[in-house]
């Protein structure tokens, strides 16, 4: 059976459930970590990527948390693992960038990197061309089996775009569509990713904040339809099975299960 691993700020716990919501464990976090995503290896362990402290936290099968990645001067803000390689992809801005900073000022670095499963560094993900840097805040990351790279990169509190890479880092496309948008005019209205995940085809599944839906994304960058819409608790967040089911995440807390048609 599938688990999932669900972080509470208000209880201030990280819990690991199953698919019919059971608290199978959980971990206290500090305060002071400031939590700012989480993930698990392909060996089970819990990553916790924390921006207070600047670090990536590992949490070992006995319980025990320990320091993997010190990022200083750096602010780690999303993190993910690639379950074929064991790679760990964090992004991060400038310690010196406050999170109200973090989307006007055009300072300091914005980053993705790689590291091996061991945290040691091999990757520095920063700019799409000479000088010309790739992403303003790398809000979450994933990896797609083929080993692309995925982020959804915010450029204000509402307004994002999706940037696929390749496997070095490389520029593949920006995605910004607004065609799965509600009603006639869309001239305001900004697209706004909040999560992605690959399917089992390296297609793209973005939850995206305005039209309140799932979508999916093909290879070359095209709309290809809306998988989920909810619009009295919109999606924030979302994460594929191992059997190919897409677990929600939802603004009321709840998570939704989308079975695969496999």
Known sequence: MDRLWIFSKNAMKIYQTNVLGETLHSTDVEADWQVAGICVTREEELLICC???QTIKKCTKDGSVVDLINLAPLRPISISTSWSTGEILVGAIDSSISD???FSSGSGRRVVFKY???GEKTVEIQFE???VPLFTVPWKIQVGTNGDIAVCNMKSE???EV???DKYGRLKFRYNSKE????D???EVKFCPVGLCFDDKNNLVVSEVHSYSVQLIDLNGKFKGTLYRNKRNPPTDIVRCSNGDLMVGCSSGKVHVLKSNE
Do not use: F, M
């Not at 799965?180 to 009603?183: H, K």
């Open 185 to 187: 005019d869309v001239s």
């Open 116 to 118: 091996t499963s061991s």
């Open 180 to 183: 799965s948008q509600i009603g």
């Open 163 to 165: 940037v696929l890479l």
């Open 158 to 160: 509402r307004e994002g």
């Open 100 to 102: 109200d900073e973090a």
């Open 129 to 131: 061309s000479l000088g």
């Open 51 to 53: 921006k207070g402290d």
